[in-house]
Each structure stands twice: as C-alpha cells, then as structure tokens.
C-alpha cells in the first residue's frame, strides 16, 4: 500500500488548509489513521488519529482547530486545518494501520503559515 499525502501550502496566519492522504489499497484494511507533522529541527509528533471513523487524540495545540476524518469509499484520510498559526508550520505525514497506524507512511507534505 501506499499513501499519497497532498495540500500542504503557504497560507497567512489565520487561513485554512485541508490535506489528503490518499491509499493506493483500500482503506478499510487500515483501520488506524493518523496525521504526524515534523517541524524544522523538532522530532516528528503526532498531530491527530482516528481509528475506524472515531478520532481518537488531537495534540493540546491543535484541538478545536484541526479535525481528522476519512472517506473510505475514497480511500482517503483528511485532515482539515483551520485558524493555522506559525507554529503549525511543519512537514505533514500520513500513516496507517491495522492495529497502530505505523505500518505505512506517506511522503509528507510541506504546511507553511506565514505571520
């Protein structure tokens, strides 16, 4: 399987993005999905997970402002930023997995929020 992480950008502080992760299998197989994100000279954290259509965690800075869903008819997951701040400004990595979601990652890709 392979996942296709896409709709990172530039955005001004404030704005929104949504990601895509798209599978190459389907996503049913995959019933742990999560968002991790890496920022500059920081180790990599996790962001948000679900796991089949229930969210499980958000990170204490992203609450109430991302929100983690899938389409499994689509075989994608998506993450929906809104309110973005510099902080948030990081690599963005899909994974999943049938038990943790750990056994596939997708390539990342690159959020930028400018000030």
């Known amino acids: 399987v392979q996942l296709q992480a896409s709709g990172g950008g530039l955005v001004q502080s404030g704005g929104s993005l949504r990601l895509s992760c798209a599978a190459s299998g389907s996503m049913h197989s995959f019933p742990s999905v999560a968002w991790y994100r890496q920022a500059p000279g920081k180790q990599r954290e996790l962001v948000a997970s679900?796991?089949?259509?229930?969210?499980?965690m958000y990170a204490d800075s992203v609450k109430g402002r991302f929100t983690i869903s899938r389409n499994n008819a689509r075989n994608t997951v998506y993450l929906q930023m809104n309110n973005l701040k510099p902080d948030d400004t990081a690599i963005y990595y899909c994974?999943?997995?049938?038990?943790?979601?750990?056994?596939?990652w997708g390539q990342g890709t690159q959020v930028t929020v400018s000030s």
């Open positions: 679900m796991r089949g259509r229930s969210p499980l």
């Open positions: 994974a999943a997995g049938e038990t943790s979601p750990g056994d596939f």
